[in-house]
């Protein structure tokens, strides 16, 4: 039987389409045999591999904005937003424990992250599966770089955003890759934050005041096209644009054999609460292609 490999790619919030990717791939009885990751490809790609994917789908389905907001800490440290305790254990719970090593895994899985001193990509094959997602989901501005082995790890996006490749060098005949990255350049979001009610007595309306100003920091959307764009706005669509190129060279010199393109471009940066919407799109690519993959499938086997 041909080895069949599952490039996810990096792409935040939109990366929970890998989930319903991965779900309708499954429903259909094509099971891959290696899983490559980026960022929250690795972050999908790792919970599906130790068995926790349906615990996942569970908490991303039921989060709200609020939940996602825990992650981040009010007051801004030297390496970045995220609360890392929070995110150590959302990762140990909903990803792999923290003993989980990548070689004890049932199916051949890869990391990427990305070397912040030479700018060379990293894979993860062995090792601590949390700790291999957390150094390619370490998105600068927002997540700590990562140490590890006399080096400092970031996001694989910024080098290898659908790492095609990487699930070819772990010996892949057909790779079945999936990019969020696909119109996401040339976009504007139009939609306006939701703002809560805020208590304005005494410290607890302060704390809350607080809260809802950073609400509106994370996830704001650039209306106003005389404004100057917000630090979050910035970053965002600086994200899109590098990884939206090197996605596109990547792929022209190491094609896919199946693409899956989902249409979540619409969905923001950091709009986790947006699953539902993402996983459903997700499980519709798969329905378009299952008769490409089933073709090539057999071409290999005959």
Known sequence: MPKLGLALGSGASRGWSHVGVIKALLREGIEPDIVCGTSVGAIVGGSYAAGNLEKLENWVLGSTRTDVLRFFDI??????????????????????????????????????????????????TEGRLAEAVRASMALPGLFPAIRNEQQWLVDGGLVNPVPVSVCRALGADIVIAVNLNSGIVGRSNTGTPEAAPVDNRGVLGSIKQQAKEYSHAIFQNHNDKDATPGLFYAIAKSVNIVQDRITRSRLAGDPADVLLSPQVAHIGMLEFHRAAEAIEEGEGCVQKSVPEIRRLMGNICQ
């Open 75 to 124: 007051k801004l440290s030297q390496s970045g937003f995220v609360d890392t305790e929070r995110l150590s254990w959302f990762l140990h719970n909903y990803v792999a424990a923290e003993n989980q090593l990548i070689e004890d895994l049932p199916k051949k899985y890869a990391a990427v992250s990305t070397n912040l001193d030479t700018g060379r990509e990293v894979w993860f």
